[in-house]
């Protein structure tokens, strides 16, 4: 008996520590203040990505810039203080998700599953913006907080700049994207018997679920299996090589939205799956 009961208070003891750790998501940290007010000391800045451990909820809830959250107690190394809760996580197994690419990332400004969490510090983060000549590309700061959802939890993109861009990407070179595009939907999907033209070069098979870029005569599959391309939502040359990008959104409730970047190799063009985000359902 007394066996069990050390099993039972070491396996409480396990499953509590778990569920008190918790994680800064806030890409320029989080404030530990000595009392739950967002003008209380504080005692010292929690870099993102470091960890807390939390003692208790307070109950204190605050809308602060928007953000509706409350004071959680945590201890940071040896102090004792106060955090928001909606800039810290609890579980730490997305954090952040595993990319395609190390040296790319895709986002976009919008509250989203975890699943899209992607925030990596060595890249430099650049939004496309529509312009009245064209589009621009520009370096744009964000931060992540999170907040209730329909089902469990979602995480929020907060850009820190005046407008939203189109999307949000993340490259280790610099991006200028002067040059670009929106295109139309790849078009129903109920249109099984024939081959359609989209937009220049795009060709979307209905029977096959094929949709093909046409390139120096090379007919260059970009399908993704068992999901409908419903939108080539951008062209473009992101990456200056000469040749544009492209980005298509695949699915309907489901759905991914997919970057295609130009990558030469021995002097042939040929087009890498380089990021993606997920825009359905969450688990």
């Excluded at 939203?164 to 280790?172: D, N, R």
């Excluded at 790849?186 to 099984?192: D, E, I, S, Y």
Aim: charged share 25%; glycine share 6%.
């Amino acid at each position: 008996m007394k066996i069990l009961i050390l099993l039972y208070i070491l396996a409480s003891n396990f499953v509590n520590n778990d569920e008190a750790i918790l994680t800064v998501i806030s890409t320029s940290g989080v404030n530990l203040r000595s009392h739950p007010d967002q003008n209380a000391n504080i005692l010292e800045k929690v870099n993102y990505g470091e960890q807390l451990s939390k003692i208790g909820d307070t109950g204190e809830r605050e809308n602060i810039l928007g953000i509706n959250g409350q004071w959680v107690k945590v201890k940071y190394k040896k102090l004792e203080g106060y955090v928001f809760d909606p800039y810290v996580i609890t579980s730490n197994w997305d954090f952040p998700t595993l990319p395609l690419n190390e040296k790319f990332a895709l986002l976009y400004p919008v509250c989203t599953c975890f699943g899209n969490f992607q925030y990596n510090p060595k890249l430099k983060w650049y939004g496309i913006f529509k312009t009245p000549s064209g589009f621009e590309a520009k370096q744009v700061f964000f931060s992540y907080h999170r907040q209730a959802a329909a089902i469990g939890e979602e995480v929020c993109i907060d850009i820190i700049d005046d407008k939203k861009p189109l999307f949000i990407l993340g490259s280790q070179m610099n991006i200028k994207a002067t040059s670009g595009a929106y295109a139309k939907p790849v078009g129903l999907p109920g249109a099984f018997n024939n081959t359609e033209l989209i937009n220049r070069n795009f060709f979307y098979d209905h029977k096959l679920n094929k949709l093909i870029y046409c390139y120096e005569n090379r007919e260059i599959d970009v399908s993704e299996k068992e999901l409908i391309p419903n939108t080539l939502s951008w062209r473009g040359d992101l990456n200056e090589d000469g040749v544009e990008d492209f980005i298509v959104d695949f699915g309907d409730k489901f759905s991914k939205s997919i970057l295609y970047l130009s990558l030469k190799v021995n002097k042939q063009v040929t087009f890498k799956k380089t990021a993606e985000f997920y825009n359905g359902y969450c688990c």
